[in-house]
């Protein structure tokens, strides 16, 4: 039998890489590149940190539990998501502060976009559906 043969048969059935390895493996890459700017005692642990790290990515991969390495992923998933999208929130305040004031729906706690008109403004959250008044 080949060795690709042998390799193929050996992967099949196990997880395989995903967005939570890929996240991993860059944390290894990042604590590898900032331990060869600092003195000897910080620098083994971060290498030694950045080995434990690669160790839980291979044995990640190698994990013949897919669901339990799904789930891992999704909760990762929902975290990247919710980091991001405040970042992406944040980002568009600042880029759109001449046009557009943003304000949480009181009731269901909705980030909400009103055009920029001074005043008073009562509005209805398409969301919940609750009313409320907005000072812009």
């Known amino acids: ?38 003195p000897l005692l910080p620098s083994y642990i971060l290498r030694g940190g950045a080995a434990l790290l690669m160790a839980l ?9 897919i669901e339990k390495r799904r789930k891992e992923n999704a909760v990762f998933t929902k975290i990247l998501y919710a980091v991001k999208s405040f970042f992406i929130r944040q980002f568009n305040r600042i880029r759109y502060i ?21 005043g008073e403004h009562n509005v209805k959250c398409p969301r919940c559906g609750q009313s409320f008044t907005v000072k812009l």
């Not at 890489?17 to 060869?36: E, H, K, P, Q, R």
């Not at 990515?57 to 539990?65: A, C, D, E, Q, T």
């Open 1 to 38: 039998m080949k060795f690709r043969e042998r390799l193929a048969r050996f992967f099949y059935g196990r997880y395989g890489s995903d967005g939570l390895n890929t996240f991993i493996i860059i944390i290894c890459a990042v604590l590898l590149f900032i331990a060869m700017f600092l």
């Open 57 to 65: 990515s291979v044995f990640r991969m190698l994990s013949r539990k």
């Open 98 to 118: 001449k046009k557009y004031r943003y304000r949480k729906c009181p009731g269901c706690k909705n980030h909400l976009r009103f055009p920029y008109q001074k």
